[in-house]
């Protein structure tokens, strides 16, 4: 999810994955596993992707999370009770 996501905001806004890794300080290969999902964003470069794409951090790291969530419970029998019992805890 928000691999895609960051490569919509990035194409909206006209910038190509060489000019995200240099803010970043990244490598331009970093930046394109993460648009495809195949490898992980750091927590730490939501705040900066936050202020390039000119979008909420917290938008950013709900769906940041929610990848977490899924990556960790994709195959539990059980994951979607889990999660809805663990929601249910939080409330």
């Known amino acids: 999810m928000l691999g895609a996501k960051l490569k919509e905001l990035r194409e909206m806004n006209g910038y190509v994955q060489r000019q ?3 803010e970043l300080e990244v ?3 970093y930046i394109s596993k993460v648009e495809n999902d195949e490898k992980p964003l750091s927590k730490s470069h ?3 992707l936050s202020k390039i794409y ?3 951090e917290r938008e950013l790291l709900t769906i940041w999370l929610t990848d977490k969530i899924k990556e960790l419970v994709k195959n539990e029998p059980t994951a979607k009770e889990s999660i809805l019992l663990a929601l249910s805890e939080m409330k």
């Open 20 to 22: 995200i890794a240099a």
């Open 27 to 29: 490598d331009t290969a």
């Open 46 to 48: 939501l705040k900066k």
């Open 54 to 56: 000119k979008i909420s």
